[in-house]
């Protein structure tokens, strides 16, 4: 995704409309229109409100809700995101995340 677009991203979760922090993992430059974009390959996107996370998987922003992210092979998705970039996602989220972390 855009750096840009994260002015534009709301929770999906209900009634939520906490403030959205992203923490860029891998990330490159690319240029449009005589301008240089920043294009997020790889991001935790958390949200204040809830206490929800969401991911960026390969440029992808993940943000559905929550029984969208359950399903078996989203998760499996989002959980391999979890296990890739462990070692710079806060402890809590691993542990006990919402709505799943690692080993929930
Ligand atoms: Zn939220």
Not at 2 to 22: F, H, S, V, Y
Not at 55 to 76: F, S
């Amino acid at each position: 995704m855009k750096r840009w677009l994260m002015d534009l991203l709301k929770c999906p979760a209900e009634d939520c409309e906490g403030p959205l922090d992203l923490a860029v993992f891998d990330s490159h430059t690319m240029r449009v229109n005589d301008d240089d974009v920043e294009e997020i390959d790889e991001a935790l996107i958390t949200c204040g409100g809830c206490g929800r996370w969401y991911p960026v998987i390969d440029r992808i922003t993940c943000m559905l809700p929550d029984d969208m992210r359950l399903d078996e092979k989203q998760r499996k998705w989002e959980v391999a995101f979890l296990e890739r970039w462990k070692e710079r996602i806060p402890e809590e989220i691993l542990e006990k995340g919402i709505p799943f972390g690692i080993s929930q």
